[in-house]
């Protein structure tokens, strides 16, 4: 089964803090991808990436950056963090071809205090 | 712009009954939809698919119906577990490979 591992499972920042997000997937699969989760907003992609040293972003990037140095890891960083970051994000790996679906990690709940 | 949505943000349901969950979509483009489940404090998980050649597809309790004329979509599970108790997402998928998620339906499986 495919692995996507999230470094934290809870982290407590305070504001103006730059944050890092960590994610592994030990599949080999080429596409990652970073979500959060709020209430009554569902899954909402933050930024994608296709492969190593490549990004793109999606429907909410601003506040958010990442990077991509090696194809088993997808990093999401919060430049300078703010209380409307707190948020469930969730990172998943897809393969490439025909792969339906991601699989996700077990996701980090951030508090910014 | 929500491309997928879920209209119903909780839903519940007796144990041993029968719960549908409802999905609408914009994008004619998708070509592929999927139903995730989710636990607090959990990732999602996957639970079934269905491509936009099918209009049926079953496993075991879990059946998705696809309607694409309607664009819509449902999940039926039968017979409700409390186990099923989750949060459950649809998503909907083109050649862009990236899924566009709806915002959710929170089921409750009572006895």
């Known amino acids: 089964d495919v692995k996507v591992t999230q470094s934290s499972r809870y982290l407590v920042k305070r504001t103006g803090e730059k944050v890092f997000l960590e994610c592994v997937q030990d599949m080999d699969h080429e596409n990652m991808f970073w979500y959060r989760q709020d209430p009554g907003l569902g899954l909402r992609l933050i930024y994608f990436s296709y492969d190593v040293k490549m990004k793109e972003k999606g429907d909410i990037p601003e506040g958010y950056s990442v990077s991509r140095e090696k194809k088993e890891r997808f990093s999401l960083i919060l430049e300078s963090a703010s209380t409307n970051q707190t948020s469930m994000y969730l990172c998943?790996?897809?393969?490439?071809?025909?792969?339906?679906?991601?699989?996700f990690g077990s996701g980090t709940r951030l508090t910014v205090v | 712009d929500q491309q997928v949505k879920q209209n119903s943000p909780s839903l519940s349901v007796q144990e041993g009954r029968i719960s549908i969950l409802n999905c609408d979509y914009t994008n004619s483009m998708f070509d592929y939809f999927l139903w995730y489940k989710k636990y607090p404090a959990e990732g999602p998980t996957f639970l079934i698919s269905i491509s936009s050649i099918k209009d049926k597809n079953e496993d075991g309790r879990f059946t998705v119906f696809l309607n694409k004329s309607a664009k819509h979509l449902s999940l039926h599970i039968v017979p409700s577990q409390p186990g099923d108790s989750a949060v459950y997402f649809c998503?909907?998928?083109?050649?862009?490979?990236?899924?566009?998620f709806g915002t959710g339906t929170r089921l409750q499986v009572t006895l």
């Open positions: 998503a909907a998928d083109s050649t862009a490979s990236k899924l566009t």
């Open positions: 998943a790996s897809r393969g490439g071809g025909t792969t339906p679906g991601y699989t």
